[in-house]
């Protein structure tokens, strides 16, 4: 199984995600004062890993395909959506802006809101993006590495988080020099 959470944000209690070894995920959210009673997510079965971040969350599913919800949506979050422009996906990372890693090497990306509506996911390949072997991401900002050991970034970078000694955003993924 796996376990996962994401950090409390606005003072309320994170939502608390498991993956049990059949392959279904269950949540739970703890309460001040009362236990809280795990609850399964009906859309989310035959999952092999799931990943929450920055209140977003992604399963990918025994048959490659990947689910994305907002598990941050207070007591009643919307149910989990099929990410659509997805294939042969090996790898999974949520966070605001999530990504996939397909087995060919390349990277597609979407955003965690769901294309501004809820249950609504469509993922973008990254641009000039091959043979990569992991993928990260974190605040809006993506990280990728590739198998000749050098790291591409793109998205947010208004403190520096690109690497390219700026403070612009940058849409094209590009090395770090």
């Known amino acids: 199984g796996q376990l996962c959470t994401y ?9 608390v995600h498991a993956l049990t070894r059949e392959g279904d995920v269950w949540k739970w959210r703890p309460e001040q004062g009362e236990n809280a009673v795990p609850v399964r997510i009906p859309e ?17 599913r025994n048959d490659r395909t990947v689910m ?5 949506s207070g007591f009643t979050p919307p149910p989990p959506a099929q990410v659509q422009g997805l294939s042969s996906v090996v790898a999974i990372v949520a966070g605001v802006r999530s990504a996939a890693l397909l087995a060919d090497g390349t990277v ?5 809101r769901g294309d501004r509506s809820p249950g609504k996911y469509t993922a973008i390949p990254a641009q000039g993006l091959t043979r990569i072997l992991k993928v990260a991401t974190g605040g809006g900002t993506i ?3 590739r198998d000749d050991g050098t790291v591409w ?5 208004n403190r520096g988080q690109l690497g390219n000694g700026d403070d612009r955003h940058r849409l094209v993924p590009a090395p770090i020099k």
């Not at 950090?7 to 939502?15: A, D, N």
């Not at 989310?44 to 990918?60: C, K, M, N, R, T």
């Not at 970034?153 to 970078?157: L, R, S």
Request: aromatic share 16%; charged share 5%.
């Open 44 to 60: 989310l079965s035959g999952i092999v890993e799931i990943s929450i971040g920055e209140g977003y969350g992604v399963a990918l």
């Open 68 to 72: 994305a919800w907002h598990p941050g």
């Open 7 to 15: 950090p409390i944000t606005s003072g309320g209690f994170p939502w």
């Open 143 to 145: 990280a990728a590495l």
């Open 153 to 157: 970034t793109w998205g947010v970078g």
């Open 108 to 112: 597609a990306t979407w955003f965690g």
